[in-house]
């Protein structure tokens, strides 16, 4: 009985001995750690989200006509993209699909200055609240089936921004048809 009474205080002590020296190295220190002992390290880590999240609607009708004052020849509604995202991001371009099929012998031009039977679309960010550009400064142009990679927009973590479709048509551009842009959207951490 007392050699087992003394085997229990003894592995009693023992762990007792663990716990504490348990609790005092869980202060995480700085120091010299003996050969032979062991010491916990304190590591920290960052997570870096792995998803990015942008919206931005899916479908914008707009109306070009030459009728309209000013350099910008284009109504379009208001187009608002918010970042979903706890990081940064930036908003590109990388395609643009175009079909002007309807619209006989037009083609594509790009920039403010079109020939007779050219139409230039792009995209300018809102400079004042809720208004419509009328100039054609700072606007973004898309370029017509082929790669490219033009930037739009930065956007804060939880921000948003908001841009129109602005462009203009030369003289020889037939009106009261349809034509569709398409552009591919590609969502990078800035």
């Not at 220190?29 to 960052?46: A, F, K, R």
């Not at 006509?65 to 990081?87: C, H, L, Q, W, Y």
């Not at 956007?155 to 020889?172: E, I």
């Amino acid at each position: 009985m007392k050699r087992k009474l003394s085997a229990m205080l003894a592995a009693l002590m023992a762990v007792s001995l663990l716990v504490t020296a348990a609790y005092a190295s869980s202060g995480y220190q700085s120091g010299d750690v003996p050969i032979g002992s062991s010491n916990e390290v304190l590591m920290v880590g960052t997570v870096v989200p792995s998803v990015m999240s942008v919206t931005i609607p899916s479908y914008v009708p707009f109306h070009i006509s030459r009728a309209i004052e000013g350099d910008n020849k284009v109504i379009s509604p208001r187009i608002t993209v918010t970042n979903n995202s706890s990081v940064p991001v930036s908003l590109d371009v990388s395609y643009t699909s175009v079909d002007l099929n309807k619209l006989q012998g037009a083609t594509w031009g790009i920039g403010p200055n079109v020939a007779p039977n050219e139409i230039a679309i792009g995209f300018q960010l809102e400079m004042l609240a809720n208004q419509m550009p009328t100039t054609l400064s700072q606007t973004t142009w898309l370029q017509a089936n082929v790669q490219q990679d033009v930037s739009v927009m930065s956007l804060n973590p939880y921000g948003s921004s908001s841009m129109y479709v602005v462009g203009t048509l030369g003289d020889s551009v037939p009106e009261n048809n349809s034509f569709s842009v398409i552009p591919t959207f590609v969502v990078r951490q800035a």
